[in-house]
């Protein structure tokens, strides 16, 4: 059973531009969850999605935003980037997104804004 | 806000020995837990998890312990590996939303 995939695996990108990740669950999960991960502030939450609606939202800013396909596959968007958006960014599914269920985590998103 | 830390940020043990690695947690409502490890470039893999009607759960030279009184879990790992190397995490389920992760604990293994 293949894991969860990521892509891109690495993404330079400057101050102001936008950038869209790309995160493919494990077959038959239908819950999706991203996080940030920085030195300085460990794994923060960002979102879940589950059956294409966004279920849970960490607290950031608007500028970060997602959805979810029919399919389950999920993208993660960030616009006008600022230089403390450069992160790891990682992507985890689980079967229902409920109580009790473990993180099946993605190798993540290496993103630097310059 | 919710939180769940570690004790202390580095651990550097000698190849053989037993290592354990804590986390403490403040959110009552937390009924789930999860050890990751995260080795250089990779994501968080999965090491063992605990519910909260247990205190004890034991895996592949792996023991998770769950203090509810004092919300305090540590992870302890039998006859270290250099294998073992890497940052592990703790990481709670915040009314069953989201997972609240500790900020690591980095692992070094001497020889």
């Known amino acids: 059973k293949a894991g969860v995939t990521q892509t891109p695996r690495y993404l330079i990108k400057t101050r102001g531009q936008q950038v869209t990740l790309s995160c493919s669950p494990i077959?038959?999960?239908?819950?999706v969850s991203w996080y940030q991960q920085t030195p300085g502030q460990g794994l923060q939450f960002l979102f879940e999605?589950?059956?294409?609606?966004?279920?849970n939202k960490g607290n950031f800013p608007g500028r970060f935003s997602g959805r979810q396909f029919s399919n389950s596959r999920s993208e993660m968007n960030v616009s006008t980037l600022e230089l403390g958006d450069s992160a790891l960014y990682l992507c985890?599914?689980?079967?229902?997104?409920?109580?009790?269920?473990?993180?099946?985590f993605g190798s993540g998103t290496q993103l630097s804004v310059l | 806000g919710e939180s769940v830390g570690l004790h202390l940020p580095t651990l550097s043990v000698q190849e053989g020995d037993n290592s354990i690695i804590n986390c403490a947690y403040s959110?009552?409502?937390?009924?789930?837990f999860i050890w990751y490890k995260q080795e250089s470039g990779k994501g968080p893999q999965f090491i063992i998890d605990?519910?909260?009607?247990?205190d004890k759960r034991q895996g592949q030279r792996v023991t998770v312990l769950l203090n509810k009184t004092v919300k305090h879990l540590s992870l302890q790992i039998a006859a270290t590996q250099p294998g073992d190397s890497a940052v592990y995490f703790c990481a709670g389920d915040y009314y069953g939303q989201n997972f609240v992760f500790g900020p690591g604990t980095r692992l070094s293994v001497l020889p």
């Open positions: 077959s038959g999960h239908r819950s």
């Open positions: 985890a599914s689980r079967g229902t997104g409920g109580r009790n269920e473990k993180l099946f």
């Open positions: 605990i519910r909260s009607n247990m």
């Open positions: 959110n009552s409502a937390s009924d789930y």
């Open positions: 999605y589950f059956s294409e609606t966004q279920r």
